[in-house]
């Protein structure tokens, strides 16, 4: 079985400039949550969907946005690129969407720098 | 809101030695807890997660951890290190409530284990 797929996996992008990510979740999984992991530090809860509403957002800029499609994949969008943004940005999936009965499977990540 | 702290941002052991991993959380109810590891360039891959159940978890790869409310820690442990045990390790918590779809982590643990 596939696990959790990201693409692409590395990017490089100019301040100013948008991005998309995207992220395919195990087949069944109907959640999807965005992490942001700069360098030396722990992963940054950004958003989460299950069943294609956001359910929780954290504490990023508005420039930060997501969506969820029918088929449970997800894309996550930055605007208005900033230094800052360099990071690895880590997709996770589950099937119904909290830590603690269902779990978290992660991808890979997409490597983001930001020049 | 949860935070975890995970104190010495490097462990180095022998191969054979025992690997001690501290992690302390805030938290006024007991929490969702769960030890991470990141190989280089991969994502998250859960080792272990502690849900009100028993104190002392077993993981995979013959890690474990207790749960110790007195101290509020989440400590990983594994009694004999293996070179491929050498990975970043992330500590993290969940709240047990409406938020329980977000983890919090903690900076993480570089752990080096030496011939």
């Known amino acids: 079985d596939a696990g959790v797929t990201q693409s692409p996996t590395h990017l490089i992008k100019t301040r100013g400039q948008h991005v998309t990510l995207r992220c395919s979740p195990i087949s069944g999984h109907k959640s999807v949550s965005w992490y942001q992991q700069v360098l030396g530090q722990g992963p940054q809860f950004i958003f989460q969907y299950y069943e294609k509403e956001e359910r929780g957002r954290g504490n990023f800029p508005d420039r930060f946005s997501a969506r969820q499609f029918p088929n449970y994949s997800s894309e996550l969008n930055v605007n208005a690129l900033l230094l800052g943004d360099s990071a690895l940005y880590l997709c996770?999936?589950?099937?119904?969407?909290?830590?603690?009965?269902?779990?978290?499977?992660f991808g890979s990540g997409t490597r983001l720098t930001v020049v | 809101a949860q935070s975890v702290t995970q104190l010495g941002s490097h462990v180095s052991v022998s191969e054979g030695a025992l690997v001690l991993l501290r992690c302390n959380y805030s938290?006024?109810?007991?929490?969702?807890l769960f030890w991470y590891v990141q190989y280089p360039n991969q994502g998250l891959q859960l080792l272990l997660k502690?849900?009100?159940?028993?104190?002392l978890v077993k993981g995979i790869n013959g890690f474990e951890a207790e749960f110790k409310k007195s101290e509020t820690s989440f400590h990983l442990t594994k009694p004999s290190a293996h070179m491929s045990d050498a990975a970043e390790y992330f500590c993290a918590v969940s709240d047990s409530g409406g938020s329980n779809y977000k983890l919090t982590f903690g900076k993480g643990t570089l752990l080096t284990v030496n011939p």
């Open positions: 502690y849900t009100s159940a028993a104190t």
């Open positions: 996770a999936s589950s099937w119904g969407g909290t830590v603690d009965n269902y779990g978290y499977t």
């Open positions: 938290s006024s109810v007991p929490p969702y």
